[in-house]
């Protein structure tokens, strides 16, 4: 059985991503919208490729800080954090790195990770923890907090590094 298709619509406030979705699902273009659209599945008979599809509605109220978790026992979810910044470039938030399972590992993940803080000013900081021994738990949701209230690093505009 092929795997669900989830769909996300990313891009900048009032370009018309819930318009849409919800021209899509009602066949005629709403005059009022939302901000954000409800999740919509739409059942594997109805779709071409006959797959479960969910489609999800980002909006600008969604976030204004995007934690992006990499397990620190494992490269090639620090690898794939790469690949998640890209997609943040269209939310333009800050941006923090959240190293988890600090307890499975000694020595930190931090050299790994600091090339990728230096190649992206929109990485505001990155955080080691372990949601099992509760290590810097409430430090991750402090810095978050401090990236919306007091942010440092210039977010990322597509026209500055071309
Ligand atoms: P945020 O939720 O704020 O990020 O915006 P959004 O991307 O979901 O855009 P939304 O669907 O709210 O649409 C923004 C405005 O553009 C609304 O006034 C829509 O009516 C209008 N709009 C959306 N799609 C179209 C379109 O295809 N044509 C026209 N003319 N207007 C559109
Ligand atoms: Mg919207």
Same mark, same amino acid.
């Given at each position: 059985? *092929?795997?669900d %298709?989830?769909i996300?619509?990313?891009?900048?406030? *009032?370009v018309?991503? $819930?318009?849409?979705?919800?021209?899509? %699902?009602?066949?005629?273009?709403?005059?009022?919208?939302?901000p954000r659209?409800?999740?919509? $599945?739409?059942?594997?008979d109805?779709?071409?490729?006959?797959?479960?599809?969910?489609?999800?509605?980002?909006?600008?109220?969604m976030?204004?800080?995007v934690? %992006?978790?990499?397990?620190?026992? &494992?490269?090639?979810?620090?690898?794939?954090?790469? #690949?998640? #910044?890209? =997609?943040?470039?269209?939310?333009r938030?800050?941006?923090?790195? %959240?190293?988890?399972?600090?307890d499975?590992?000694?020595?930190?993940?931090?050299? $790994?990770?600091?090339?990728?803080? &230096?190649?992206?000013?929109?990485?505001?900081?990155?955080?080691?923890?372990?949601a099992? &021994?509760? *290590? &810097?738990? =409430?430090?991750?949701?402090?810095?978050?907090?401090?990236a919306?209230?007091?942010?440092?690093?210039?977010?990322?505009?597509p026209?500055?590094?071309?």
């Amino acid at each position: 059985m *092929k795997q669900d %298709v989830r769909i996300l619509l990313l891009g900048e406030p *009032k370009v018309g991503k $819930t318009s849409l979705i919800m021209s899509l %699902v009602g066949e005629e273009f709403p005059e009022e919208v939302p901000p954000r659209a409800e999740e919509i $599945t739409i059942p594997a008979d109805v779709t071409p490729e006959k797959v479960p599809t969910h489609i999800v509605d980002y909006s600008g109220n969604m976030a204004n800080v995007v934690c %992006v978790v990499y397990d620190v026992t &494992n490269e090639d979810t620090i690898d794939k954090v790469v #690949r998640y #910044r890209t =997609s943040m470039c269209y939310i333009r938030v800050p941006i923090i790195l %959240v190293g988890n399972k600090s307890d499975l590992r000694c020595g930190s993940s931090m050299e $790994t990770i600091l090339p990728i803080m &230096n190649q992206f000013s929109e990485i505001e900081t990155c955080v080691e923890c372990s949601a099992k &021994n509760l *290590k &810097n738990i =409430s430090e991750l949701f402090y810095y978050a907090q401090k990236a919306v209230l007091h942010p440092t690093a210039p977010l990322y505009d597509p026209e500055d590094k071309q």
